[in-house]
């Protein structure tokens, strides 16, 4: 007889449908999934042989697509030497390996590389750095970190503190000293008669004003994304915007830290999008991308001499049992090689420009798809009721859930957030594997086609116009 409380394991495999009826998992929206068979390349398969195109990146991780044979073979090695060494007992070669890979890659100054398990990890260890290299310089009253809002940068405590969407901080709120925040540079809501250069310096200021109302002996460090992830949908700020926040940080003596958790390892058509401005942060919050899925893999990197600045007082009081896993930096090590030598940098910036000209292109067609933005492979298009003044589709349409849920139907993975406060607002994140091919592209863009027709003529909303 089983015991009832461990199922037998002579129990018959179950069907798609019974499996989430039976399911101990429990994830946000509890929406109802296929089990996953296998993933190759940009595509997926569930258990009953239906294909998808993952035109998120599952999302905005699989920077070098599924299964890729030279990743495999690189942690099969690893496997075969160790999977585990406490990284107080021993160096592995894998996660020095990557160490120096990184460095190499990061702007100049920036080579003290420090390894997590994920985003919420490595931003987490930012904040940190941030805080005992102001204690040991004999900076002690400084402890705020500026934000922007819209913006996320993970999901533990400390992450959540410096979010910007009451979504996600709301609940625990009362757990977390939340810190102040900054409008995000959503100039394209913006009705005025300043040119996009004016609006990214008078964003830009919001940074100082805010510094000055806090006290600048308070505030210890900026944090943004250089663009946007998910909370602003690969939200871009004018080019005036960054070298302005730069200078308002050495002003003040503040710390910049960028959050490239998304838009790193290539993503946008540099390695860093912070490359795109020639803009030097002082400390670098990556992960998603930098092992592309194939393990949990975060990383910080940060100026030599904060880090130096740390050892009188016995280094960074900050650690986890996973890092510099040598089975995940392995892989991560794996998967930089293949983001340098097939270039896939550079074509994340030409094949995100013929994606991003076809999303430009359904404007012409569906009055209300109100902007498309983004850079290289990291794009997102919105959806409003009216463009001229960028009002949001009524929220009871529900476009950010089932515009999605007729991409998936469809074979596309697409995702989504609202846009305007988590309440209102929809825009969709378009942001394929980099190796993606023209005829991906096509792919794509036929299935949005068809899912924005059908989802469009349900919603009452004029379609097909050209």
């Given at each position: 007889?089983?015991?009832?409380?461990?199922?037998?394991?002579?129990?018959?495999?179950?069907?798609?449908?019974?499996?989430?009826?039976?399911?101990?998992?429990?994830?946000?929206?509890?929406?109802?999934?296929?089990?996953?068979?296998?993933?190759?390349?940009?595509?997926?398969?569930?258990?009953?042989?239906?294909?998808?195109?993952?035109?998120?990146?599952?999302?905005?991780?699989?920077?070098?697509?599924?299964?890729?044979?030279?990743?495999?073979?690189?942690?099969?090695?690893?496997?075969?030497?160790?999977?585990?060494?406490?990284?107080?007992?021993?160096?592995?070669?894998?996660?020095?390996?990557?160490?120096?890979?990184t460095a190499s890659l990061m702007p100049a100054g920036l080579d003290r590389i420090f390894f997590a398990s994920g985003g919420s990890e490595a931003v987490e260890s930012c904040l940190k750095l941030a805080r005992q290299y102001a204690w040991v310089t004999n900076r002690k009253d400084r402890w705020k970190v500026i934000s922007l809002r819209p913006s996320y940068h993970g999901g533990t405590l400390g992450?959540?503190?410096?979010?910007?969407?009451?979504?996600?901080?709301?609940?625990?709120?009362?757990?977390?000293?939340?810190?102040?925040?900054?409008?995000?540079?959503?100039?394209?809501?913006?009705?005025?008669?300043?040119?996009?250069?004016?609006?990214?310096?008078?964003?830009?200021?919001?940074?100082?004003?805010?510094?000055?109302?806090?006290?600048?002996?308070?505030?210890?460090?900026?944090?943004?994304?250089?663009?946007?992830?998910?909370?602003?949908?690969?939200?871009?700020?004018?080019?005036?915007?960054?070298?302005?926040?730069?200078?308002?940080?050495?002003?003040?003596?503040?710390?910049?830290?960028?959050?490239?958790?998304?838009?790193?390892?290539?993503?946008?058509?540099?390695?860093?999008?912070?490359?795109?401005?020639?803009?030097?942060?002082?400390?670098?919050?990556?992960?998603?991308?930098?092992?592309?899925?194939?393990?949990?893999?975060?990383?910080?990197?940060?100026?030599?001499?904060?880090?130096?600045?740390?050892?009188?007082?016995?280094?960074?009081?900050?650690?986890?049992?996973?890092?510099?896993?040598?089975?995940?930096?392995?892989?991560?090590?794996?998967?930089?090689?293949?983001?340098?030598?097939?270039?896939?940098?550079?074509?994340?910036?030409?094949?995100?420009?013929?994606?991003?000209?076809?999303?430009?292109?359904?404007?012409?067609?569906?009055?209300?798809?109100?902007?498309?933005?983004?850079?290289?492979?990291?794009?997102?298009?919105?959806?409003?009721?009216?463009?001229?003044?960028?009002?949001?589709?009524?929220?009871?349409?529900?476009?950010?859930?089932?515009?999605?849920?007729?991409?998936?139907?469809?074979?596309?993975?697409?995702?989504?957030?609202?846009?305007?406060?988590?309440?209102?607002?929809?825009?969709?994140?378009?942001?394929?594997?980099?190796?993606?091919?023209?005829?991906?592209?096509?792919?794509?863009?036929?299935?949005?086609?068809?899912?924005?027709?059908?989802?469009?003529?349900?919603?009452?909303?004029?379609?097909?116009?050209?």
């Open positions: 007889m089983a015991h009832p409380f461990k199922p037998s394991l002579q129990t018959p495999p179950m069907s798609q449908a019974e499996t989430i009826a039976a399911s101990n998992l429990f994830y946000l929206g509890n929406l109802k999934r296929p089990r996953l068979d296998r993933a190759e390349g940009v595509y997926l398969w569930d258990t009953d042989g239906k294909r998808y195109l993952d035109a998120s990146s599952g999302p905005m991780v699989s920077n070098i697509g599924h299964s890729n044979p030279r990743v495999l073979a690189a942690m099969k090695r690893q496997m075969d030497r160790s999977t585990f060494g406490y990284r107080l007992h021993f160096v592995n070669e894998a996660a020095e390996e990557l160490a120096t890979l992450a959540v503190a410096v979010t910007g969407m009451d979504l996600f901080v709301e609940p625990f709120a009362a757990m977390i000293r939340e810190m102040p925040k900054i409008p995000a540079a959503r100039c394209y809501l913006d009705r005025d008669e300043l040119t996009d250069h004016q609006r990214g310096l008078r964003y830009a200021e919001m940074l100082r004003e805010e510094i000055l109302r806090q006290g600048p002996e308070s505030v210890l460090a900026f944090i943004m994304e250089p663009v946007g992830g998910a909370s602003t949908g690969a939200l871009v700020a004018p080019d005036s915007y960054y070298p302005r926040i730069r200078e308002i940080c050495d002003e003040f003596g503040i710390l910049l830290i960028v959050d490239e958790v998304m838009s790193g390892a290539g993503r946008t058509g540099r390695f860093l999008a912070v490359e795109h401005w020639n803009l030097r942060p002082d400390i670098i919050a990556m992960a998603k991308g930098f092992a592309a899925g194939y393990a949990p893999l975060g990383v910080m990197a940060a100026r030599r001499d904060m880090v130096e600045a740390l050892n009188p007082a016995g280094g960074f009081a900050h650690g986890y049992t996973y890092a510099g896993n040598p089975l995940a930096c392995a892989a991560g090590l794996a998967v930089i090689r293949e983001v340098v030598d097939q270039g896939l940098v550079d074509r994340a910036a030409t094949q995100g420009a013929k994606l991003k000209a076809g999303l430009a292109k359904l404007m012409d067609r569906y009055e209300w798809i109100g902007d498309v933005r983004g850079k290289g492979l990291l794009l997102a298009f919105e959806l409003v009721r009216d463009r001229e003044t960028m009002e949001p589709l009524p929220a009871g349409l529900n476009a950010h859930v089932e515009l999605v849920e007729e991409a998936y139907r469809r074979g596309l993975i697409i995702y989504s957030r609202r846009t305007r406060g988590g309440k209102v607002g929809d825009h969709f994140m378009v942001c394929p594997p980099l190796i993606v091919e023209d005829t991906h592209i096509d792919e794509i863009m036929q299935t949005l086609v068809a899912s924005l027709d059908a989802w469009g003529a349900r919603a009452g909303l004029p379609c097909g116009r050209s």
